[in-house]
């Protein structure tokens, strides 16, 4: 038989049963490293690719910047104050994603499909395959991929090189990503007359900014961020304090030429997404599973990379960090290039991979499928409120406690400190979010407003009611919460 005739034989397979799914999940992303949403200068063909043929959200955003929260949010369609996974695990305790807590990956296991888990877990017992994953699971966290691949024989690393920076040396054939791809890949094909449902979950381009296209960009031709001079005046204290003011001053922010070295190296990291992106829907078309399979692109939260003179992530809620790519492919169902203006929130991620593959929604999700939204974009391409707001949360980041409830609406985002100074930014007018309008009188009524959103939202989903709210206020510049 020859190769027109199997992936005929094979696509009229995959036509009468039920969608694949395949997730592909990167790690502290910016919006801005990707082509399809701007950038002129990087290169990133395969996931314009996946943008081209599907739809691209241009609003989407986290319930969280950090890893381990907004990972178990994503999976289980629950704010972070929900599923008992606020901070990210260290060396003196165990956090981990609760089996009382039902993911995606425990409904797709539920109506039989091959559920199989390969990269990046980061919510516990990384050892351990869990909440449904149990047809395939490859998972290392920090440095345990590279002391895999010195047991295996497969590198061997210098003394010289620190432990943590021991990802950036390897050459791209042995680099995490294209190890977990190929593991993916196997599987995929491995399943192929089945129903699966796989998760591919990279951790670039998170820090260390090293790795094996370090020299791809000429840091030259890189431009750096607008509001990178910010003073941070009239902002929390907790920024001007924070280990990503810290971290950006190490890397050399104050001297141009080494920052855009920086940059460079993180849209190094990007090229070797987007390079086994490639290999990932190359898979897929070879074995004429590409029409009947949901592709989703997204990423856990964003990086600052410079923006407001800070680098990596928190504690605070700009827009590089809590406003993140997301592409959803499925040929037949979704138009090509559609692009949605419409907030929409990660807790909405679930619902949709599970709504599109026919299956019940748990009522234990409280996210929405984006079904119906990307259904009235390609009706009539007018703009669409699918969201009045969207919040996320942050409590605790290189153990520096802070919490922060935050909503973000079409205009204005407004973030709530506790202990700390009011956040409130006209996103119309000020993008860059250097211009902190909380601290003048003139706003009150607005301020207020968007207090009462956050106070609505927490009454909801972390049970405290306004006056618990008031009892628990601290701020410098706009005491009390909503007198």
């Given at each position: 038989?020859?190769?027109?005739?199997?992936?005929?034989?094979?696509?009229?397979?995959?036509?009468?049963?039920?969608?694949?799914?395949?997730?592909?999940?990167?790690?502290?992303?910016?919006?801005?490293?990707?082509?399809?949403?701007?950038?002129?200068?990087?290169?990133t063909?395969?996931?314009?690719?996946?943008?081209?043929?599907?739809?691209?959200?241009?609003?989407?955003?986290?319930?969280?910047?950090?890893?381990?929260?907004?990972?178990?949010?994503?999976?289980?369609?629950?704010?972070?104050?929900?599923?008992?996974?606020?901070?990210?695990?260290?060396?003196?305790?165990?956090?981990?994603?609760?089996?009382?807590?039902?993911?995606?990956?425990?409904?797709?296991?539920?109506?039989?499909?091959?559920?199989?888990?390969?990269?990046?877990?980061?919510?516990?017992?990384?050892?351990?395959?869990?909440?449904?994953?149990?047809?395939?699971?490859?998972?290392?966290?920090?440095?345990?991929?590279?002391?895999?691949?010195?047991?295996?024989?497969?590198?061997?690393?210098?003394?010289?090189?620190?432990?943590?920076?021991?990802?950036?040396?390897?050459?791209?054939?042995?680099?995490?990503?294209?190890?977990?791809?190929?593991?993916?890949?196997?599987?995929?094909?491995?399943?192929?007359?089945?129903?699966?449902?796989?998760?591919?979950?990279?951790?670039?381009?998170?820090?260390?900014?090293?790795?094996?296209?370090?020299?791809?960009?000429?840091?030259?031709?890189?431009?750096?961020?607008?509001n990178?001079?910010?003073?941070?005046?009239?902002?929390?204290?907790?920024?001007?304090?924070s280990?990503?003011?810290?971290?950006?001053?190490?890397?050399?922010?104050?001297?141009?030429?080494?920052?855009?070295?920086?940059?460079?190296?993180?849209?190094?990291?990007?090229?070797?997404?987007?390079q086994?992106?490639?290999?990932?829907?190359?898979?897929?078309?070879?074995?004429?599973?590409?029409?009947?399979?949901?592709?989703?692109?997204?990423?856990?939260?964003g990086?600052?990379m410079?923006?407001?003179?800070?680098?990596?992530?928190?504690?605070f809620m700009?827009?590089?960090?809590?406003?993140v790519?997301?592409?959803v492919r499925?040929?037949?169902?979704?138009?090509?290039?559609?692009?949605?203006?419409?907030?929409?929130s990660?807790?909405?991620?679930?619902?949709?991979?599970?709504?599109?593959?026919?299956?019940?929604?748990?009522?234990?999700?409280?996210?929405?499928?984006?079904?119906?939204?990307?259904?009235?974009?390609?009706?009539?391409?007018?703009?669409?409120?699918?969201?009045?707001?969207?919040?996320?949360?942050?409590?605790?980041?290189?153990?520096?406690?802070?919490?922060?409830?935050?909503?973000?609406?079409?205009?204005?985002?407004?973030?709530?400190?506790?202990?700390?100074?009011?956040?409130?930014y006209?996103?119309?007018?000020?993008?860059g979010?250097?211009?902190?309008?909380?601290?003048?009188?003139?706003?009150?009524?607005?301020?207020?407003?968007?207090?009462?959103?956050?106070?609505?939202w927490?009454?909801i989903?972390v049970g405290?009611?306004?006056?618990?709210?008031?009892?628990m206020?601290?701020?410098?510049?706009?005491?009390?919460?909503?007198?």
């Amino acid at each position: 038989m020859d190769y027109e005739v199997s992936a005929r034989i094979a696509n009229d397979y995959q036509e009468s049963k039920r969608p694949n799914v395949l997730l592909i999940l990167t790690d502290q992303q910016q919006c801005n490293t990707i082509g399809a949403y701007g950038n002129r200068i990087i290169n990133t063909s395969n996931i314009d690719r996946l943008a081209s043929e599907g739809v691209l959200f241009e609003r989407a955003y986290t319930t969280c910047p950090l890893c381990a929260p907004a990972r178990a949010s994503l999976f289980s369609s629950l704010p972070i104050s929900c599923t008992g996974l606020p901070a990210n695990d260290d060396d003196a305790r165990m956090i981990t994603l609760s089996d009382q807590i039902t993911t995606i990956g425990d409904v797709f296991n539920s109506e039989s499909y091959k559920c199989g888990y390969f990269g990046k877990w980061h919510m516990g017992r990384d050892g351990t395959p869990q909440h449904g994953f149990t047809d395939g699971w490859f998972v290392h966290l920090r440095n345990s991929y590279e002391n895999w691949l010195e047991r295996t024989n497969r590198y061997t690393f210098s003394d010289a090189v620190k432990s943590y920076d021991r990802r950036g040396v390897v050459p791209f054939e042995l680099a995490h990503d294209t190890e977990v791809t190929s593991q993916a890949i196997q599987f995929i094909e491995g399943h192929a007359e089945e129903n699966f449902f796989c998760v591919c979950s990279m951790r670039a381009p998170h820090d260390p900014y090293i790795g094996p296209f370090d020299d791809l960009y000429r840091p030259e031709d890189i431009p750096l961020p607008a509001n990178i001079d910010d003073d941070l005046a009239a902002k929390p204290l907790s920024q001007r304090n924070s280990f990503a003011r810290g971290f950006a001053k190490r890397h050399n922010i104050d001297d141009p030429t080494a920052f855009r070295k920086v940059i460079a190296g993180y849209w190094g990291l990007v090229h070797l997404i987007d390079q086994n992106v490639g290999r990932l829907l190359d898979s897929l078309e070879s074995r004429g599973l590409d029409q009947n399979t949901i592709v989703m692109f997204a990423v856990d939260h964003g990086e600052m990379m410079g923006a407001h003179g800070l680098l990596a992530k928190g504690p605070f809620m700009y827009e590089e960090t809590t406003h993140v790519p997301l592409i959803v492919r499925f040929p037949g169902k979704i138009h090509k290039g559609v692009r949605i203006n419409s907030l929409v929130s990660m807790l909405d991620y679930a619902p949709t991979l599970i709504d599109y593959s026919e299956l019940h929604v748990p009522d234990s999700m409280r996210g929405r499928s984006l079904r119906s939204l990307i259904d009235q974009y390609q009706d009539n391409k007018k703009p669409i409120y699918w969201r009045e707001a969207v919040f996320t949360e942050l409590y605790e980041i290189y153990t520096q406690r802070c919490p922060i409830w935050s909503v973000t609406t079409d205009r204005w985002k407004y973030s709530y400190y506790f202990g700390d100074t009011d956040e409130l930014y006209d996103l119309h007018e000020d993008p860059g979010e250097l211009k902190n309008l909380a601290p003048d009188p003139g706003n009150r009524n607005l301020l207020y407003e968007m207090r009462q959103r956050v106070a609505d939202w927490a009454e909801i989903n972390v049970g405290l009611s306004q006056s618990d709210l008031v009892r628990m206020a601290g701020h410098t510049v706009t005491p009390g919460i909503f007198q």
